[in-house]
């Protein structure tokens, strides 16, 4: 797996945000799961922390994953390259 560059999954977690916003079913989901209110992915849309939450919870199913990669003509992979790009995204080796 090819890592991508903090910028490459910056502007992917964007474009995941942005998805979600189009999203009427997940929208609320994610709120939810998050804590987020509307006026939040607007001001926190530059912060790193918040963009490794929406990748965060695209991750959570594979069928999302496959709903936005579809949409915005991206690998099934690359949520997570640029995920493993952002804080906190690094590999966890339990032993």
């Not at 942005?18 to 849309?45: C, I, K, Q, Y």
């Amino acid at each position: 797996m090819t890592p991508l560059t903090q910028q490459s999954a910056e502007i992917l977690a964007l474009e995941a945000l942005s998805w979600l916003v189009g999203n009427d079913e997940l929208l609320p989901v994610f709120l939810g799961s998050t804590g987020a209110s509307e006026a939040d992915l607007r001001e926190r849309a530059k912060d790193r922390d918040f963009l490794a939450s929406v990748l965060d919870f695209l991750l959570m199913d594979d069928a999302w994953v496959q709903q936005f990669c579809d949409a915005s003509d991206h690998a099934p992979d690359y949520p997570m390259r640029a995920r493993a790009a952002l804080p906190g995204g690094g590999h966890v080796n339990w032993t």
